[in-house]
């Protein structure tokens, strides 16, 4: 096909994602919207509170500018450069914000300060690199520039051209993706000696410590994915992959990560609590009491819980 048709062919794949992406989006909001009234807003604030506010609404504006940009409303050129820019900076700090999250279940698991320093010492060279990556692979022009694509006097759009191969972008994903890795261990690893534990007690796992390794794994799948893509986007992608990429990073982040931090919040709204720890108020109903105290409790108030 000729370069205009081209251009139109990607305008049109464009628009098609970014009315998606703001219909998903919006949708999502208006499902859980009751529901953050019940477990935000008529409720004393707490740490996850503002973690949850952080990435719920954050990650709903990056989400707005992603799909009003490139076409669907007309940005000029030096104003879009900095709208990507914003994009992209604003997608590594929503990353991080999602990383902080789970390095604080884990501390509400393990219970454990030694476990949160060393997590929160090996978090901070993670941020660095993403600093990097903003600044070497999404913020200088000899790797990325925009460019404004004139099909007919109305219709114009700005795009972004990749000037590096995606070896860079891969590399640089490589120490998150053993930092998630770590992470999603640590998780699974109180799950076992959990498990392990209550087998020998012949009682049933602990409802909020498998919830939130299993939300863990999907952090880490997301994550993982989301780094993929990233990479990906610097090879030479037909247009419809590319979208469909796009797509996905642009929504599918800003949806589960929200999602599920209320989620725990409504389950243990829906259940009774025998205990709930300073420390973990925000996402379970769990203390470490001494086995034998914690069966006996347990077997007194809710005897199915027995295996």
């Given at each position: 096909?000729?370069?205009?048709?081209?251009?139109l062919?990607?305008?049109?794949?464009?628009?098609?994602?970014?009315?998606?992406?703001?219909?998903?989006?919006?949708?999502?909001?208006?499902?859980?919207?009751?529901?953050?009234?019940?477990?935000?807003?008529?409720?004393?604030?707490?740490?996850?509170?503002?973690?949850?506010?952080?990435?719920?609404?954050?990650?709903?504006?990056?989400?707005?500018?992603?799909?009003?940009?490139?076409?669907?409303?007309?940005?000029?050129?030096?104003?879009?450069?900095?709208?990507?820019?914003?994009?992209?900076?604003?997608?590594?700090?929503?990353?991080?914000?999602?990383?902080v999250?789970?390095?604080?279940?884990?501390?509400?698991?393990?219970?454990?300060?030694?476990?949160?320093?060393?997590?929160?010492?090996?978090?901070?060279?993670?941020?660095?690199?993403?600093?990097a990556?903003?600044?070497?692979?999404?913020?200088?022009?000899?790797?990325?520039?925009?460019?404004?694509?004139?099909?007919?006097?109305?219709?114009?759009?700005?795009?972004?051209?990749?000037?590096?191969?995606?070896?860079?972008?891969?590399?640089?994903?490589?120490?998150?993706?053993?930092?998630?890795?770590?992470l999603?261990?640590?998780?699974?690893?109180?799950?076992?000696?959990?498990?392990?534990?209550?087998?020998?007690?012949?009682?049933?796992?602990?409802?909020?410590?498998?919830?939130?390794?299993?939300?863990?794994?999907?952090?880490?799948?997301?994550?993982?994915?989301?780094?993929?893509?990233?990479?990906?986007?610097?090879?030479?992608?037909?247009?419809?992959?590319?979208?469909?990429?796009?797509?996905?990073?642009?929504?599918?982040?800003?949806?589960?990560?929200?999602?599920?931090?209320?989620?725990?919040?409504?389950?243990h709204?829906?259940?009774?609590?025998?205990?709930?720890?300073?420390?973990?108020?925000?996402?379970?109903?769990?203390?470490?009491?001494?086995?034998?105290?914690?069966?006996?409790?347990e077997?007194?108030?809710?005897?199915?819980?027995l295996?």
């Amino acid at each position: 096909m000729s370069e205009i048709e081209a251009s139109l062919y990607a305008l049109q794949w464009n628009n098609s994602m970014s009315v998606a992406v703001i219909t998903i989006i919006s949708y999502e909001y208006i499902l859980q919207f009751e529901k953050e009234v019940k477990f935000v807003w008529e409720r004393q604030w707490s740490v996850m509170t503002c973690l949850y506010l952080a990435v719920r609404y954050f990650g709903i504006l990056i989400a707005m500018f992603s799909a009003c940009w490139g076409g669907q409303i007309y940005i000029p050129e030096a104003v879009s450069y900095g709208t990507f820019l914003f994009m992209q900076w604003g997608t590594s700090v929503y990353s991080c914000l999602t990383k902080v999250i789970l390095i604080w279940r884990l501390y509400a698991l393990y219970q454990s300060k030694p476990i949160l320093y060393v997590l929160l010492g090996l978090f901070i060279p993670i941020v660095a690199l993403y600093i990097a990556v903003d600044v070497f692979l999404w913020s200088r022009p000899s790797a990325i520039s925009i460019q404004e694509i004139i099909i007919a006097p109305s219709i114009k759009y700005c795009t972004a051209f990749f000037h590096t191969g995606p070896m860079p972008a891969i590399y640089t994903s490589i120490p998150v993706i053993c930092y998630d890795i770590l992470l999603v261990v640590l998780a699974i690893t109180i799950l076992v000696k959990h498990m392990k534990e209550r087998k020998e007690l012949q009682m049933k796992p602990n409802t909020y410590i498998v919830l939130i390794v299993r939300y863990h794994v999907i952090y880490f799948v997301m994550n993982l994915a989301v780094q993929i893509f990233s990479a990906i986007m610097w090879a030479d992608l037909s247009t419809a992959v590319m979208y469909v990429v796009l797509l996905f990073s642009d929504s599918v982040p800003f949806i589960i990560v929200p999602r599920l931090i209320i989620d725990i919040w409504e389950t243990h709204a829906n259940e009774s609590c025998v205990h709930v720890s300073t420390t973990f108020e925000d996402c379970v109903c769990w203390t470490s009491p001494p086995p034998l105290e914690e069966h006996e409790l347990e077997f007194r108030i809710d005897p199915d819980n027995l295996a």
